[in-house]
Every structure is written in C-alpha cells, then in structure tokens.
T-cell receptor, first 117, second 114 residues
Framework: AQKVTQAQTEISVVEKEDVTLDCVYE???????LFWYKQPPSGELVFLIR??????QNEISGRYSWNFQKSTSSFNFTITASQVVDSAVYFC??????????????FGKGTRLHILP | DAMVIQNPRYQVTQFGKPVTLSCSQT?????MYWYQQKSSQAPKLLFH???????NEADTPDNFQSRRPNTSFCFLDIRSPGLGDAAMYLC???FGTGSGETQYFGPGTRLLVL
C-alpha cells in the first residue's frame, strides 16, 4: 500500500532562515511520481514540483530545492532564505502508475510553515 | 491562462438544504476530481470522472453526488448537508494517463452549513 508521511506537523522559523520540510513515502511500485503542493491561507493548492521515480536528480527553482533519495524513500523540500510569503501548509504527495487512466494521488498530512518577520 | 475555476468561493447553506458547487476548466483535461478538505487535514478524494466515466471512492457518503455534463464542467451536489459537511471543497483536473500526471487545483469553495 502507498503512504506518505510528513512527520513535521508545524514549523516556525525566522525570516531569512533556511528550512527543510521532510517527506517519506512508501510504495511497492517501481514506477511512481512524487509531488509537492503549497496551500496558502487562501486555500488554493498550488503545484510546485513533480518528480518521477527514475529521476533522482535534485532540483532547484529559485529559493526552492528538492532532494529525492530512493535509498531512504525521501523527497525533502528546502526553502532557502525564507520569506513571510512562504508561510503556508505544504503537502507532499505520491502517485503510482496504473492502468485506470487516472492520476490519483495520496497526500501526506501536510506541514504548516510559519515564517516569522 | 488555462485554469480551473470554482464558483462560488464561499457558500452558505442551511442544514438539510441541497447545495450545488461548480467547477469548470479550460485545460481540456480528461479527469476531474472532487476533494473535501476539513480544517488542518489533507484533502480527501470524494470521486472523479474520466471523461464521462464516474468513479466513486468507497467511503464517500451517498449524500454526495456529482455530474459532468461536458468536458469543461463538473458539479458537486450535496443532497442534504449536515453540520459535518462544512469544509473546503476542491476541484482538480489532470490529463488522465495513469502516469502520475499533475493535478491542477481550483481555488476551492468554502461551505458553511447553518
């Protein structure tokens, strides 16, 4: 069965600090996809990144970076030089390849990030 | 810009009074999903459509129904809302290839039940 664990329920850091959000996943499939979404107070889920299981290269996008390690089943997300606008709930999610033609995902419980001015 | 639109953003209804939430998309995606999200929880999938094929999650209450009259629109009907149905309702879309295509979400509708 597939599962996503975000052990950090809530994190608070002071603006300009770096912060890492942890994500550990479980799946029996060799082909799977990992995602991060941001949910600001307005409520919309904003897509941040999609990574397939065959691509372990780390990704950097501006102040955001992602570390994918299959050996530890982790897909961690780091925000460098955090800003108040980064305050949100962040969800890690997993999707397994399937023949049903859907792209269903399993969400972790989310990490609420507070960036303090 | 291609997008997922939900109306209304806020909906107030009375206990037991049927309510319909609307979602539309300009992405031309095959799959449309409805999620329920309660405070401090992850979104919970209620059901999805692949084109006109309806797929219900096993634990979705019968009180929740959905319609998809065409590719662009999908509706969530709550036949007899209870206080426990107060939540954020999120619509999402994806291509629908079974290869982990990205789901794109609308802004959500916050439902309040009085």
């Amino acid at each position: 069965a597939q599962k996503v664990t975000q052990a950090q329920t809530e994190i608070s850091v002071v603006e300009k600090e770096d912060v890492t959000l942890d994500c550990v996943y479980e799946t029996r499939d060799t082909t799977y996809y990992l995602f991060w979404y941001k949910q600001p107070p307005s409520g919309e889920l904003v897509f941040l990144i999609r990574r397939n299981s065959f691509d372990e290269q780390n990704e950097i996008s501006g102040r955001y970076s992602w570390n994918f390690q299959k050996s530890t089943s982790s897909f961690n997300f780091t925000i460098t030089a955090s800003q108040v606008v980064d305050s949100a709930v962040y969800f890690c999610a997993l999707s397994e390849a399937n023949m049903n033609r859907d792209d269903k995902i399993i969400f972790g419980k989310g990490t609420r990030l507070h960036i303090l001015p | 810009d291609a997008m997922v639109i939900q109306n209304p953003r806020y909906q107030v209804t009375q206990f037991g009074k049927p309510v319909t939430l609307s979602c539309s998309q300009t992405l031309n995606h095959n799959v449309m999903y409805w999620y329920q999200q309660k405070s401090s929880q992850a979104p919970k999938l209620l059901f999805h459509y692949y084109d006109k094929d309806f797929n219900n999650e096993a634990d979705t209450p019968d009180n929740f129904q959905s319609r998809r009259p065409n590719t662009s629109f999908c509706f969530l009907d709550i036949r007899s809302p209870g206080l426990g149905d107060a939540a954020m309702y999120l619509c999402a879309t994806s291509f629908g290839t079974g290869s982990g295509e990205t789901q794109y979400f609308g802004p959500g509708t916050r439902l309040l039940v009085l």
